[in-house]
């Protein structure tokens, strides 16, 4: 079945780094657009970045020019650096994967960006 596998999250000083990343099986990788969801305690599900099979990417606006989205198709595995990071960038992280009406989902992980 299909599965896609986020790497870690973990908790990081304001102001630091990381970078997530998401690994698909069991699709034709380079037909689906790709991106991050993340969601924070009390608020709603925000799309933070996409990249689109067709190779256009977007960001949130709470995001652009902090985060950068990237893939890789040979590796089925879509990234997520995210510099400059802030408290409120707290939130659980969810890739996807999707094409027309099916879409697939990561298992979340969690971004701790606290001193």
């Known amino acids: 079945q299909v599965q896609l596998v986020e790497s870690e999250g973990g908790l990081v000083q304001p102001g630091g780094s990381l970078r997530l990343s998401c690994t698909a099986s069991?699709?034709?990788?380079?037909?689906?657009?790709v991106g991050w969801y993340r969601q924070a305690p009390g608020k709603q599900r925000e799309l933070v970045a996409v990249y689109e099979s067709g190779g256009t990417r977007g960001y949130a606006d709470s995001v652009k020019g902090r985060f950068t989205v990237s893939r890789d198709n040979a590796k089925n595995t879509v990234f997520l650096q995210m510099n400059s990071l802030r408290t409120e960038d707290t939130a659980v992280y969810y890739c996807y994967a999707r094409i027309f009406r099916t879409e697939y989902w990561g298992q979340g992980t969690q971004v701790t960006v606290s001193a």
């Open positions: 069991e699709i034709t990788f380079k037909l689906y657009a």
